[in-house]
């Protein structure tokens, strides 16, 4: 097996149940481990053995610098230089952010309720997400069993949406 020659070297891993994403130093991202609902971003569901760089593309087809990324259990994101959120992988209570419930996406799809606010964190736990933005606000998606949204509900959010109780310690 012959492994990819990375040019930089991995700045930070994250672990999904089954797939793992990594990101260089040079801003590149690699995905790798099983390809089931589009986890790992390559516009199919067929696993990957070995880590392989996926390209995220900005709106001029430009290749966008991944800075961060992180791993749900079927379902993935990552944080670009631009503050742009993608999500992909397994659609189910609306852990992608999407405002919908689609099918599962094989490919990166950007957030844009998310874009305004300019993310600076990203995290995703088995069927959620959530995103710091620059501003500091904590915005959660996603199943919401257990009240892990933070809303002050059991209820999922198809969408980002801020988590009110926290808004006072923005500052």
């Not at 966008?64 to 749900?72: D, E, L, P, S």
């Not at 993608?86 to 609306?94: D, M, R």
Request: net charge neutral.
């Amino acid at each position: 097996m012959q492994f990819p020659k990375f040019t930089k070297p991995i700045v930070s891993i994250s672990c999904g149940f089954s797939h793992v994403l990594a990101v260089t130093l040079d801003y590149k991202l690699f995905s790798w481990g099983d390809g089931s609902y589009g986890a790992l971003g390559f516009g199919d569901k067929e696993d990957q053995v070995e880590p392989t760089r996926l390209e995220i593309f900005d709106h001029q087809g430009r290749v966008y610098k991944i800075i961060q990324a992180a791993c749900g259990k079927q379902h993935s994101m990552c944080l670009t230089n631009n503050s742009n959120i993608y999500s992909w992988g397994k659609c189910a209570n609306g852990r992608l952010g999407h405002d919908e419930e689609p099918t599962d996406l094989l490919s990166p799809k950007e957030i844009y309720r998310l874009s305004q606010r300019k993310p600076v964190f990203i995290a995703c736990g088995e069927s959620h997400s959530a995103a710091i933005s620059e501003k500091r606000e904590l915005f959660t998606w996603g199943h919401g069993g257990y009240g892990r949204l933070g809303h002050g509900t059991d209820e999922r959010a198809m969408a980002p949406t801020v988590v009110d109780a926290l808004k006072h310690l923005k500052t």
